[in-house]
T-cell receptor, first 107, second 117 residues
Framework: RKEVEQDPGPFNVPEGATVAFNCTYS??????FFWYRQDCRKEPKLLMS???SGNEDGRFTAQLNRASQYISLLIRDSKLSDSATYLC????????FGAGTTVTVRA | SQTIHQWPATLVQPVGSPLSLECTVE??????LYWYRQAAGRGLQLLFY??????ISSEVPQNLSASRPQDRQFILSSKKLLLSDSGFYLC????????????????FGPGTRLLVL
């Protein structure tokens, strides 16, 4: 079983829609969690950390479910500029990256 | 503010040739440094990490090696490239882990796209 698994998508959504996707992880002792965003042929950039109580950053909401070992990302009021691949990252003693979920927002 | 540089940005090399990729970090001292490879459609694979000058940990045995000759310089090398070495190579840095452990945000350089023919 992979350490971090993500639905690769793509999720094709219209502008203004809400899109949400999950990421599961295998190590129950994992300490911290992140979402990174990666544009085509660019480096990953930190989108947000994920805290135990869940957290929000503008239109983005991240949630952690330790019992079921998954984290989620929800994007409200999607913009064209949200089109990217979103990488789920789990940290125990090192960062483990998911292969990414691709989101395409269409006009 | 901290910045991280990688070069070259793109590289096309023949099979069997040597490789040297360089990464430097500015604006921070004693960072943890990392080399990752991302193959097409795959997640990032950690290759090496370093917690200090001359300290290298290898995550995946292969024909690559890494060195850290200075605090903010990290070099990825190979004596003979294989076709399977093609990919997007990313260097990243993070601050030294706190005593609480586990909370370690990493920041990536712009990457080097390597094509081995």
């Amino acid at each position: 079983r992979k350490e971090v698994e993500q639905d690769p998508g793509p999720f094709n959504v219209p502008e203004g829609a809400t899109v949400a996707f999950n990421c599961t992880y295998s190590n129950s002792a994992s300490q911290s969690f992140f979402w990174y965003r990666q544009d085509c042929r660019k480096e990953p950039k930190l989108l947000m950390s994920v805290y135990s109580s869940g957290n929000e950053d503008g239109r983005f909401t991240a949630q952690l479910n330790r019992a079921s070992q998954y984290i989620s990302l929800l994007i409200r009021d999607s913009k064209l500029s949200d089109s990217a691949t979103y990488l789920c990252v789990v940290n125990d003693y090192k960062l483990s990256f998911g292969a990414g979920t691709t989101v395409t927002v269409r006009a | 503010s901290q910045t991280i540089h990688q070069w070259p940005a793109t590289l096309v090399q023949p099979v069997g040739s040597p490789l040297s990729l360089e990464c430097t970090v500015e604006g921070t001292s004693n960072p943890n440094l990392y080399w990752y490879r991302q193959a097409a459609g795959r997640g990032l694979q950690l290759l090496f990490y370093s917690v200090g000058i001359g300290q290298i940990s290898s995550e995946v045995p292969q024909n690559l090696s890494a060195s850290r000759p200075q605090d903010r310089q990290f070099i990825l090398s190979s004596k003979k490239l294989l076709l399977s070495d093609s990919g997007f190579y990313l260097c990243a840095w993070s601050t030294v882990r706190t005593s609480g452990g586990g909370r370690e945000t990493q920041y990536f350089g712009p990457g080097t796209r390597l094509l081995v023919l």
